[in-house]
């Protein structure tokens, strides 16, 4: 972002970009929520206050990684548990809810939040088999193929509590980007015989990500417009 604002503090429509995910999973009752911190963290701490728990993540190790920071907190948690991206403001909670819905089906241990891009550059990409979910491979590690497909990853997930943290520990940093990549741990989930299933955006802008202050510029333009059109209705 160019930045010393760290990134999910940054503004949309005078909220910054973490208070939209927080509210949106406490508005889908989600109600134990972990936010994990990085550079400058104690001011998105003292952001969000005491409506949710926190841990460090010292090291930018990919987010397989800062997801593992987490364990201690849900150890005895039995479970689900979703996983958002903070920088990821207009996911619904009716989204939010459907993928908990997804996950309550038998015989399955996690579900990914998906859309489709005309454009993926960047985005992790669906390969799928008969439709049935096989796994994600990043952009930099994808065959010529792979990089056409359309179905990309959003970055957000529910899985089983227990395997989700069982995966982890069995990822590794053997990858282009020499990272922990969260998606790493679903092949351990499908290894157990559970399915992993997947949910559509019908519109990808609700997946949209900010990564650069042009990207939220446009995605501010976008909410202006939208809520301009809802007041004229």
Not at 138 to 145: I, L, M, R, T
Not at 179 to 185: G, H, S
Not at 209 to 214: A, Q, R, S
Request: glycine share 10%; hydrophobic share 35%.
């Amino acid at each position: 972002m160019k930045s010393e604002l760290p990134k999910v503090l940054h503004p949309l429509c005078g909220k910054p970009l973490i208070g939209y995910v927080v509210d949106s999973l406490g508005s889908a009752g989600i109600d134990d929520i972990v936010v994990v911190v990085g550079y400058r963290g104690d001011d998105v701490i003292s952001f969000l206050g005491n409506s949710v728990r926190f841990v460090w993540q010292h090291e930018q190790l990919g987010t397989g990684h800062a997801v593992m920071q987490a364990e201690d907190l849900f150890r005895n948690h039995g479970g689900y548990v979703v996983v958002a991206c903070g920088d990821v403001p207009l996911i619904k909670p009716d989204t939010f809810r459907a993928l908990m819905h997804e996950s309550a089906k038998e015989n399955t241990g996690a579900v990914v939040l998906t859309m489709i891009q005309d454009n993926p550059k960047g985005y992790g990409r669906i390969v799928k088999k008969d439709g049935e979910f096989v796994r994600i491979v990043e952009e930099k590690d994808a065959s010529d193929d792979e990089r056409g497909i359309t179905e990309v990853n959003s970055g957000t997930y529910i899985f089983k509590t227990s395997l989700l943290f069982e995966g982890l520990k069995r990822i590794t940093t053997d990858n282009a980007q020499g990272e922990y990549y969260l998606p790493d741990a679903l092949e351990y989930i499908k290894g157990s015989g559970l399915r992993v299933g997947t949910i559509q955006l019908k519109d990808h802008v609700e997946g949209r990500g900010i990564n650069t202050k042009e990207e939220l510029v446009s995605l501010e333009q976008y909410v202006s417009q939208k809520t301009r059109e809802e007041h004229n209705e």
